[in-house]
């Protein structure tokens, strides 16, 4: 089925440890994005980005980095990890024409301990 | 930068009774609007969405919004709550010129039996 693919699902991470995420979407959107949800604080953007090569920060940047060397992916990294970086993080897609909204993946519980 | 507000973070309604779960944006530009849910533990869905068409706007599972711009309002509705509608709501806008999303906190919905 089409659609946005986050890997891993799950993930527990000591202090200071480094890891990446990965999304992947089939549907050729240019548009891409790396949400965390917070209770209480809803979803906020870490980074996005327009288009292959491209990326921009959002919201929230600090202690992550991305990289979008294709097309169809877009890797989110922790660095550092810390307890503060606990949360679920989502990535999305969008076409350049945001009428259709963003389609989202299943999502990344990760846990720093 | 567009601001969303949900008021309410939680509701709760009596299965059968109306449902009504309210979302005001900030632009003075009629932007696209659209309502997620969340169910527990998945990623978000697409409701339903405006996009400058008919200011009532149907979405799944029986759910509908109202666009008004005279009160900058996007509020969700549904006549008959079901218990299986228990989940996270999220309201977003995004600008038409824009390339990102702005989501409202959420507004969890409990159902009683």
């Known amino acids: 089925n089409a659609g946005v693919t986050q890997t891993p699902k799950f993930r527990v991470l000591k202090t200071g440890q480094s890891m990446t995420l990965l999304c992947a979407q089939d549907m050729n959107h240019e548009y891409m994005y790396w949400y965390r949800q917070d209770p209480g604080m809803g979803l906020r953007l870490i980074h996005y980005s327009v288009g292959e090569g491209t990326t921009a920060k959002g919201e929230v940047p600090d202690g992550y980095n991305v990289s979008r060397l294709k097309k169809q992916n877009f890797l989110l990294g922790l660095e550092s990890a810390a307890p503060s970086q606990t949360s679920v993080y989502f990535c999305?897609?969008?076409?350049?024409?945001?009428?259709?909204?963003?389609?989202f993946g299943s999502g990344t519980r990760l846990t720093v301990v | 930068a567009q601001s969303v507000t949900q008021l309410g973070s939680h509701v709760s309604v009596s299965e059968g009774a109306l449902v009504l779960l309210r979302c005001n944006y900030s632009s003075s530009v009629p932007p696209y609007l659209f309502w997620y849910v969340q169910y527990p533990n998945q990623g978000l869905q697409l409701l339903l969405k405006?996009?400058?068409?008919?200011?009532l706007v149907k979405g799944i599972n029986g759910f509908e919004a109202e666009f008004k711009k005279s009160e900058t309002s996007f509020h969700l509705t549904k006549p008959s709550a079901h218990m299986s509608d228990a989940a996270e709501y999220f309201c977003a806008v995004s600008e038409w010129t824009g390339n990102q999303f702005y989501f409202g906190t959420g507004t969890s919905l409990t159902v009683i039996p």
């Open positions: 999305a897609s969008s076409s350049r024409e945001f009428n259709y909204g963003y389609t």
């Open positions: 405006y996009t400058s068409a008919a200011t």
